[in-house]
């Protein structure tokens, strides 16, 4: 059996972590959680493991330095650089494209959070079979709560190991959200693939035939410079940039889905960060990343890369000193912290 | 008539307004309300009035320099340098000394806020008028709300302009204060007093003689250096400290208050502060000194002497950034700031 090649894809701006995620070092690249960044345990997940072939990293000019130097000494791993950020599906499919056509790609976000690595690599290996039937296969992550910022998937008909998709859904309102959590049939959408290359290129040339041509003539007209791919710019920019969902996997016949429950966040913000630092909290919930003198405070989240934060009475806040910056936020607040002046214009 | 004596207490810590108040430049000396410090409010008060003579300010040998500087140039003015702090008794009986056995000297708080000088100078004429009967006066603060931070004052016989003091309370709980503040017997005790300088230092000696004397002897013992008194250590430091309050006022047959709704804060909390510079509020209620971006946010106060503040979806929360330092308290919390261990072990 051929291994499943690792497609890592290192795009993501994530402000919503700002003052700590910045333009410079955004959030892949950061040890949130542990010693680890979010990339490193990205490339972890799939490494180590003879069912996994060397990882294809995509990323932008501005961070290749940074996934190089996070990569490390990983024997045959690429890292293709994309010329302007256009999405998923561009991304996706420059790595398709340098993949022989029957490999197995899984796409893999690098600033997401997966707490079970084991129930992650069954999932992979169940969408694995089902890619290699020709699915184009999204991981359905078991959805905990009423989540309105993500896009959730339907349950189908039963596949082996998985459903096939019987409807995308954008991100929904919360009544909506809770009807969905009760009827136990949506999953979330996390961004999570598995297809075969050549299967995967033919449905974008079907779906996207312009994107596709450009993707075509950008790689035809690259050049490798060691483990780094440059593909060719003038007809990458031109490119209508989208994601792969709305390119292809809302348009295909073959679009199926594997379900996952293995602790996966997307440390979408301050306040997702410190879920998932929950088991890392003390008695009253309180989470430390710093100094701190925490009086009568719960639920609160402190990261300081420098200053003695102190605090008192506080419930369920989110206190964030990184640079010349401090952000104090409320969780409901911490989806508008992108928004902030000096997250936008950094 | 002869002029009014203003004595000028600069003894106070002010930690519950720490990280901006501390021990080298605490509360008296900060510029919190406006562009002048609370010391120079406190010596504008009684400044430019004939009916004031120049102040006499006691403070300690570390906060010297800071009152020469805030000072300026006042003809006349006499700064006594405490040997210890040992509390309000002995500094006012220093100042006492150092006066005319005639003299009226109106004892003033050097960290207060008073929002209506005019209302201030009425009530010290009264208080004077009275000191002169060789009455004791203690300002009666209109209070307007059930604050469990104050002592009381209780009101007895009507005098001239004032009653006699029936009862001192100390710091009562929200039911008494509530209690108090609907009978509108009750004033808080704020602290500013009026004596006749001999009269006070007679009736030290009859209820705290070994203070009395050990101030006589500090006195005799001490030199002058130009505007600065020093008192003679050696007696100085063997008193045993105390307040006005319990030294004199609780124990003398000839108490007496002055009403005075003068929009009076001893700023004795972030809280306070808020509450004291209302009228520079945004029409969320939010108070910024120094710059901040807020979102969703109501009746927060910030003051950052230079980090960029971001927030969102706070209420009622008060924000300070001062040297290395990040303080963030609930309203309700702000009376604990004092006790966080950055603000006792500075």
């Known amino acids: ?33 542990s010693e680890e960044t979010l990339f490193e345990q990205a490339l972890r997940r799939v490494a180590q493991d003879d069912r996994f072939a060397a990882p294809i990293v995509v990323a932008g000019a501005a961070h290749a330095d940074l996934v190089m130097a996070q990569l490390g000494d990983v024997p045959g791993a690429r ?10 599906a561009p991304a996706i499919a420059l790595a ?38 020709d699915y184009l296969v999204s991981f359905g992550i078991a959805a905990d709560r009423p989540e309105t910022g993500y896009g959730y ?50 449905q974008l040339a079907a779906f996207r035939p312009e994107m596709a041509r450009l993707v075509a003539e950008s790689v035809a007209g690259g050049h490798s410079d060691g483990a780094r791919f440059y593909p060719a710019a003038e007809p990458f920019v031109q490119i209508a940039g989208d994601s792969i969902d709305y390119a292809v996997m809302e348009n295909t016949s073959r679009a ?15 306040a997702a960060l410190a879920d998932a630092l929950a088991d890392q909290a003390d008695a009253d919930g309180n989470i430390v990343r710093g100094q701190a003198d925490l009086a009568h405070c719960s639920n609160v989240l402190v ?44």
């Not at 890292?79 to 998923?88: D, R």
């Not at 949506?186 to 033919?202: E, K, M, P, T, V």
């Open 1 to 33: 059996m051929t291994a499943i090649h690792p497609v890592i894809l290192c795009g993501g701006s994530g402000t919503r972590l700002w003052p700590v995620s910045r333009k410079a070092t955004p959030k892949p690249f950061l040890p949130l959680l």
């Open 256 to 270: 199926a889905m594997v379900p996952a429950d293995m602790g996966w966040s997307d440390i979408g913000s301050w």
């Open 153 to 202: 998937l339907r349950c189908g008909e039963p596949l082996a190991g998985g459903f096939a998709i019987r409807e995308f859904v954008e991100k929904p309102d919360r009544i909506r959200a809770e009807a969905y959590l009760a009827s136990g049939e949506y999953s979330w959408n996390g961004g999570i693939f598995a297809f075969r290359s050549g299967h995967l290129l033919d």
């Open 79 to 88: 890292l293709v650089i994309e010329p302007a950020a256009k999405n998923t």
């Open 303 to 346: 990261v300081s890369d420098g200053p003695r934060i102190s605090a008192v009475g506080l419930e369920g806040i989110c206190i964030v000193v990184s640079g010349e910056d401090v952000l104090i936020t409320t969780r409901d607040g911490a989806q508008a912290v992108g928004k902030l002046p000096r997250a936008v214009n950094q």
């Open 96 to 133: 398709a494209a340098l993949l022989p056509r029957d490999a197995v790609m899984l796409v893999c976000p690098s600033d997401h959070h997966i707490a079970n690595n084991t129930a992650f690599r069954a999932a992979a290996m169940t969408a694995t079979a089902l890619a290699r039937e």
